[in-house]
């Protein structure tokens, strides 16, 4: 169970959140091609080690943030806005 | 010569004391060069190697795995076989391979354990019945087994399950394919890697591909912990982990990897004689010839390589199953554990070439690729040695992402993804 820290509410059990997946994703503009649609729709790094994504306080105060964090040892690094930069 | 398996050798063994037993498949070590490398020593590619062999004649071939063979997903799974599929795609290959699964044991001359015990797939809503007899129609239509069950039958069939008027969930009746259950899933990717070893395939383990040899844009082997092993065509067959591969190299999938966890009980009495799954609550379950319940959980929603799983989708999954089954609420859980498993958005396989020229991928099963083994080695195997797309896999290519033809399977998978 991942204990994560809500941008406003603090740390709360996993089962409030929902993951909204890997964060920073940008539309590409309407004339791009199919291969750039499906790099934005589909096409994902899914790295082994650090990922930035997005969360959702579901059950909670209903906030969505972003998070660093490690997909081997679930290990939270860096919390932040969802408009703020990624950490580095 | 390896044993060849009978009731025969069996008695001849209990005479010698069982001291004529050699192991069952050779253990290699890697030689410079093949015809082909297969990465990934699961299910998917023990079974590329062998139909590499048997079916194309390829017998120069070294499955590597980084682990031991079937330690990954093949020796994680609930064990259950089906091909209750919707689309006409998908229900071509799940049913190809369930027929393969059903002569397996007599084509490795190995013991899968194969048990048609049926599966029975619960509607807990009006919405949920009339799904199933629309999806029921469609199996139908594509040639598959399957069948509407009212509330009595499933009451006659389960009866440990809650159909009181008090239940907490109400169960309205179920979508049944007989030809459904289960397989020893150890037993397949050791049926597997015997019959391979003895048409000559090198299965070599505690191998890891660091990186992939290239040679003008195209694959020519791959850099391992054993030193480089070349060969001008390369398949993947890594689960949860094609996205670190396809990283090595140089390329994307639409793959994000998932654990999916599942629990085995302390043995009981024969209790349940089908695979029950239930979409309602996440659960799935069924009864090993052991006497344990073997439990299925929904998948941990938020990408991860740990194979744990957590407790939180552990504690729900288990209310799940004591909300139909009240009468397990004293069992003990033995064991939990993880897979890591490669869902992509149609949750749908992905089998063919990549972008790297000469080099090829089977992945993208998702939460079902136990059932897929047979097929998803017959069909890379194909690919692999005629350079053409095996037509059962034509359309689960990776192309199906840029132009658009999905086959979204996300109700059939099982799994909420």
């Not at chain 2, 949920?128 to 499933?154: C, E, F, K, P, Y």
């Not at chain 2, 993947?236 to 094609?242: E, P, R, T, V």
């Not at chain 2, 047979?374 to 840029?402: C, D, K, M, S």
Request: hydrophobic letters at 40%; proline letters at 5%; one cysteine or more.
């Amino acid at each position: 169970m991942m204990r994560i820290p809500c941008i406003l509410c603090g740390e709360r059990d996993e089962s409030e959140f929902t993951c909204g997946g890997t964060a920073h994703l940008v539309r590409p503009p309407l004339e791009a091609s199919d291969r750039e649609w499906a790099e934005y729709l589909f096409f994902r790094d899914n790295p082994k080690g650090v990922h930035l994504e997005r969360w959702r306080h579901s059950y909670g105060c209903g906030q969505w943030f972003n998070i660093e964090r490690h997909s081997v040892t679930h290990e939270i690094s860096s919390v932040y806005a969802v408009t703020e930069p990624p950490p580095r | 010569m390896r044993n060849h398996y009978s009731a025969w050798s069996l008695l001849r063994g209990a005479i010698a004391g069982h001291r004529n037993w050699t192991a069952a498949w050779r253990d290699a070590t890697p030689k410079p060069a093949y015809d082909v490398i297969v990465v990934g020593g699961g299910g998917h590619g023990l079974a590329t190697a062998y139909y590499l062999a048997k079916n194309h004649r390829i017998t120069n071939v070294a499955v590597i795995e980084r682990g031991w063979i079937g330690g990954g997903n093949t020796g994680r799974n609930t064990t259950i076989v089906r091909s209750n599929y919707l689309y006409p795609a998908s229900a071509r290959l799940y049913d190809f391979s369930l027929k393969l699964y059903e002569k397996l044991s007599l084509e490795l001359n190995f013991n899968i354990m194969l048990s048609q015990r049926g599966l029975v797939l619960l509607a807990h809503s009006r919405h949920d019945l009339d799904s199933m007899s629309r999806w029921t129609n469609a199996l139908r239509m594509n040639g598959i087994d399957a069948d509407l069950l009212t509330a009595s039958q499933v009451a006659a069939l389960l009866p440990g399950l809650d159909m009181s008027p008090r239940a907490r969930i109400p169960v309205l009746g179920a979508l049944t394919q007989p030809r459904a259950g289960t397989a020893r899933h150890d037993a397949v990717a050791w049926g597997y890697a015997r019959a391979a070893s003895l048409l000559g395939v090198d299965i070599i383990q505690n191998c890891e591909v660091r990186g992939f040899a290239l040679r003008d844009g195209r694959v020519v082997g791959v850099d391992t912990n054993l030193g480089p092993i070349r060969a001008e065509r390369v398949a993947i067959a890594a689960a949860g982990h094609s996205s670190v591969l396809a990283e090595l190299a140089g390329f994307r999938l639409p793959v994000t990897s998932y654990a999916l966890q599942a629990l085995v009980s302390e043995p009981l009495k024969p209790f349940l004689n089908t695979v029950v799954l239930s979409p309602g609550t996440g659960a799935y379950l069924s009864q090993s010839d052991k006497g344990e319940l073997v439990i299925g959980a929904m998948l941990d929603l938020f990408p991860s390589y740990a194979q744990r799983g957590s407790f939180a989708i552990t504690q729900s999954i288990l209310a799940g199953v004591l909300v139909l089954f009240p009468a397990f609420s004293r069992l003990k859980m033995l064991r939990q554990w993880a897979g890591i498993v490669d869902v992509v958005q149609d949750s749908s396989p992905i089998i063919g070439r990549t972008p790297v020229p000469g080099l090829y991928i089977n992945c993208g099963w998702g939460t079902g690729g136990f059932k897929g083994i047979p097929v998803g080695g017959w069909t890379l195997a194909h690919v692999l040695a005629t350079g053409e797309n095996h037509p059962l896999a034509e359309p689960f290519q990776l192309e199906r992402f840029i132009t658009g033809r999905l086959i979204d399977e996300a109700a059939a998978s099982g799994i909420a993804h």
